[in-house]
């Protein structure tokens, strides 16, 4: 278990578990928190204490990868169908640190692999660099490889350096408090260590809601310092047993609200969009419990080449998935999260080389996210329906689009100002095709249009989190109502198309087909054209 202490009250709780017997696996002071393992009968105990917050499962985390058949190499044309060019930025001067299960230390990061921790093994110390599954090499492959092993495998961000904390074993499998001490560690030390960036390829079902999780509060946290957290969807998509769709998939981290949770699509490996689809195994939203709408953004994470060590357990149990000695192929949504991470990493560098950073500030998570957003590109399925938004937010990642808008925007501008210091097109041009832009953010359970990204509002400060209420500049007020310029209103909840609810099965995930009838969902959302099955 995670026991959360009301303010003041850990030592007390610690006392009365030592008392009873309870070895103290680990601390997490940064949310008052102890992991311990107690026994059944202690449970009502605990939680009759005056001292004790909240009681949680100290789930075991897994990454989100499975091993892919070889495809064609398809780095030089991801970063092509992504909109970048030779000349685009490359992460330099911009940290990500990779929570997973370590990372080997290969040429292709020479010169940018600024420490390795060992929360498995040792402790959360100072280690020597390696990864036993090879999950979290690939991971860093696809952010920073410099291409050194194979150019054609270049990461999205082959100049960021990279800062690596190992919290999953050599099976890929890890625990919830390792995981939070990974992120409280990274939060503490952000200017030490230049972190920017935390990418969580990695998470577990949902079982409590965001207020109290204390894996999402940890999340929480680091947004409220300044990192941006980008996190996996999750891969639950479609019933393993019968391939039947499903809603509410979504894992936890990835249903924080504050941070950038990542789907996946499949890019056919080709330049153009028109082939992209998002991939059946893509957890789509809402999240448990909460009902937020997510993911954010889709990524490509489809039959992607990155780096791999011939020791590690991924490569040695699959060999035909091997495409040379240093390579392997992976599919996932946790591979959809580290391309963001590195499109971020590319955002980043192009915002502050425009901006004169340290001397003006880089942007926000909030910011990033909503620029992400903003530029992402909507997807359609093969009938040229566009999907909905619980399966690909805002869409496909762009990050052509996310470096042009990004680079007009002054950070320096007091907040409520206009802060596009230059003008920008809404559309970016990919295999010879102008490809408007989505244009919107989804807020809460809100889905905003408009010029949102082009002012520095209130929200894109640090210490909101993503979706809470809020006033926004002068015009719109978040929260039970919205009030949208002079002459719309909207109320608290927002209808979401054609979306379908059936019986629960395996691990709080909804499947069914579509029919008809309307439902309401929690207390927030509608849902149009559903049925519970």
Known sequence: MIIRAKDGQLGIVRTWLKAHGDAIDGEQTAINALSTKVSVDQLNQLAALVETDTLSFNAPVTGFAAPSSPSSPAATVLRTTLGLTPTSA??????????????????????????????????????SAYDDNGHGT????????????????????????????????????????????AITFATANKALL?????????????YESVATDPLVQAVEAASRAGIIVVAAAGNVGVNPNTGQAGFAGITCPGNAPSAITVGAFDTANTVGRGDDRVTPYSSAGPTWYDALPKPDVVAPGHHLTSDATNKEYLYKTYPQFRVDSNHITLSGTSMAAAVASGALAVILEANRAANGYPLHPSLTPNAAKAILQYTALPLSDDTGAQYDWLHQGAGGLNIGGAIDLAKAIDTSVAAGSWWLASGVNTYTTIGGQDLNWSQNIVWGTNIVWGTSVCTNEPAWAQNIVWGSNIVWGSNIVWGSNIVWGSNVSWSSNIVWGTALVGTTDGENIVWGSLSSSNIVWGTNIVWGAVVLQ
Do not use: E
């Open 194 to 206: 230049g972190i920017d960036i935390i990418n969580l390829s990695l998470g577990h079902p949902i």
């Open 138 to 181: 690939h991971i860093a492959g696809l952010i920073a490889s410099n291409g050194s092993l194979g150019s054609a495998y270049t990461g999205i961000a082959p100049n960021a350096h990279i800062i690596v904390m190992k919290v999953l074993d050599w099976q890929g499998q890890g625990k919830t408090s390792d995981v939070i001490n």
């Open 90 to 127: 490359t992460g330099k001067g911009v940290g990500v640190a990779i929570i997973d299960t370590g990372v080997a230390p290969l040429i292709d990061f020479q010169g940018r692999f600024t420490a390795f921790y060992d929360f498995v093994n040792a402790g959360g110390a100072f280690a």
